[in-house]
């Protein structure tokens, strides 16, 4: 007759962690992924809440800027400056479809 195989004891802890052992990582991403949420938004929000007369200054002084560095024939060197002032015009109201079309290869 043959004797039957024992069984293994179980591994305690084995490859599975504690579920409570991964909650401080996972609270500091979702904290970092709510603060870069708030900061964007924020952002946006005092855009359209500066004056009329303040933000238009802004968006010329801004495009100005945007088309001496970029449009110009050094535009490539500067690639993600120019990318991060095309997504900021991008938000003025001021900023309508001739300018939406323009800043569209910046995407």
């Known amino acids: 007759m043959v004797a039957p195989n024992p069984r293994p004891a179980p591994v305690r802890g084995g490859l599975a962690r504690p579920w409570w052992r991964d909650l401080p990582g996972w609270l500091l991403l979702w904290t970092l992924a709510a603060a870069v949420f ?13 004056s009329p007369q303040a933000r238009a200054a802004l968006f010329q002084r801004t495009w100005e800027h945007f088309h001496a560095l970029c449009e110009g024939t050094g535009g490539r060197d500067f690639l993600s400056r ?8 991008r938000e003025f109201p001021e900023c309508e479809v001739d300018c939406r079309a323009r800043l569209e290869p910046w995407r």
């Open 38 to 50: 708030v900061g964007t938004c924020s952002e946006r929000r005092a855009l359209h809440e500066t």
């Open 82 to 89: 120019c990318r991060e002032q095309a997504h900021f015009l």
